[in-house]
């Protein structure tokens, strides 16, 4: 029997992050939860309570204790990998960060984009940025998580940035984006959309957290794109949403303004997934699992 692993993880109360520590509790693993005390985590999980933002305090929390791996769910800005960077080297032997595929904002590509169109190694990091303030980390969502990666990149550790598609399904969705289209079919309120709307690659929720259980206990570094096969664009998504809602009514309206529906794109959205492919872990099909997802989120409201 394989030796019990020492895995903590920092955030993942909520959605995908507590299905992860599930799988990870189930498997075996000796599994710490750190977070700001705003929930306990499953049965069965050490809890330390700390502000990630506060060095002492997270130094405090974490005391002696070494892992052999770490998944950071919360990290959102350079200096929050800064503070992680001197607290856990030498106290890991992986450290797995989710990042996003907003860190490709910048990247308009015809096909779907791999991961070397972003080189963490290659991103300047600015410290000085008002990264304390909510706003402007909100704001600056990519480039937050784009210079987290290069300070993680550059610190020795050894490191995995797993780059998560948009994420669907689950009855704990809390982003509200598939209710979005739900009311307004209901509703038949129009739906804003661009003149020309581009597909994205989407990830189930219970995918997401099959692949950070499977990043962590692997062992290769560097950035990987977490996509499920497939292109959907939002008049799939609605088709799927409309399908749980008799009656309803799907009607678009095309505008130029800023304020689009969710996943109503401007630009290529697409990652490539082949990366992960190659190291051994295979995606199912994003219209294999789209109906299902939009039942378990609005099942209790359709």
């Known amino acids: 029997m394989a030796k019990a692993r020492e895995v903590l993880v920092i955030g993942g109360s909520r959605y995908f992050g507590k299905r992860l520590t599930d799988r990870l509790l189930a498997a075996g693993d000796r599994v710490t939860v750190l977070n700001r005390g705003s929930s306990a985590p499953p049965p069965g999980a050490v809890h330390l309570v700390a502000d990630r933002d506060d060095e002492k305090a997270l130094a405090e929390a974490i005391g002696s204790r070494t892992f052999d791996v770490v998944i950071d769910q919360v990290c959102y800005t350079p200096r929050q990998a800064e503070i992680a960077h001197r607290v ?8 797995v960060m989710t990042s996003t595929v907003e860190v490709y904002e ?13 080189d963490p190694s290659t991103v300047a990091v600015d410290l000085d940025l008002p990264w304390d303030e909510a706003g402007f980390v909100e704001a600056h969502y990519g480039e937050g998580k784009r210079q987290a990666e290069a300070v993680f990149t550059g610190s020795g550790l050894p490191f995995v940035s797993v780059r998560v598609a948009h994420v669907l399904g689950g009855d704990d969705d809390f982003t509200g984006r598939l209710e979005h289209y739900a009311h307004r079919i209901r509703t038949g309120t129009p739906i804003a959309v661009p003149p020309v709307s ?12 099959d692949f950070l259980f499977w990043a962590a206990g692997a062992d290769f570094t560097g950035p990987v794109n977490a996509a499920s096969d497939g292109l959907l664009a939002v008049d799939e998504l609605c088709t799927a949403v409309a399908a749980q809602l008799p009656g309803g009514e799907v009607r678009f309206e095309v505008t130029e303004s800023a304020g689009l529906s969710p996943f ?17 872990f295979l995606f199912g099909d994003v219209r294999q699992w789209l109906p299902k997802a939009v039942a378990e989120t609005l099942g209790k409201d359709s």
């Open 264 to 280: 109503a794109f401007r630009r290529r959205y697409a990652m490539d997934n082949s990366r992960a492919a190659r190291l051994g």
């Open 106 to 118: 910048h990247d308009d590509s015809a096909v779907p984009v791999p991961e070397s169109a972003v």
């Open 88 to 95: 856990f080297t030498g106290r890991t032997g992986r450290y």
């Open 198 to 209: 581009h597909p994205a690659t989407y990830i189930h929720v219970e995918e997401i957290a």
